[in-house]
């Protein structure tokens, strides 16, 4: 289950750190919101709704194979992308998003904390540092 846990934490990162940027920038471009702690939470909800959306699937596989069972000696899949094949054709593709608001409930509020505290440190930091 090594690889797959890091394919995730892969997706995450990437997710989160995409989506906030583009959302805060979003944001302050509307007129709207100021660079500030509403802002920022804002931003943040939206970053966790799409690392949601982008995780999951490969949340999914993780968790398949970290579970999986062996059948007659043989493991009951070869790899990542035959998981989300059986998956897909015996449960459907919606199936690969199962469990997305408690998912979302435990990732938008890590989501939200991450970056309300980034930016309160960078802000900290550009005052008494630089």
Not at 1 to 17: D, E, H, K, S
Not at 24 to 35: A, M, W
Request: glycine letters at 6%; hydrophobic letters at 45%.
């Amino acid at each position: 289950g090594c690889i797959p846990t890091m394919a995730r934490a892969v997706v995450v990162n990437a997710a989160q750190l995409a989506s906030y940027s583009q959302s805060k920038q979003f944001l302050l471009d509307s007129g709207r919101f100021n660079d500030d702690i509403f802002c920022h939470f804002c931003a943040s909800m939206i970053s966790g709704l799409v690392t949601t959306a982008a995780s999951m699937p490969v949340d999914i596989v993780k968790t398949r194979i970290q579970n999986m069972r062996t059948i007659d000696g043989k493991p009951e899949y070869r790899n990542g992308l035959d998981v989300l094949v059986k998956v897909v054709r015996l449960e459907g593709f919606l199936s690969l998003w199962k469990g997305f608001t408690p998912y979302y409930a435990r990732l938008g509020p890590h989501t939200v904390l991450t970056f309300i505290f980034l930016e309160q440190m960078n802000k900290w930091y550009r005052r008494l540092v630089l």
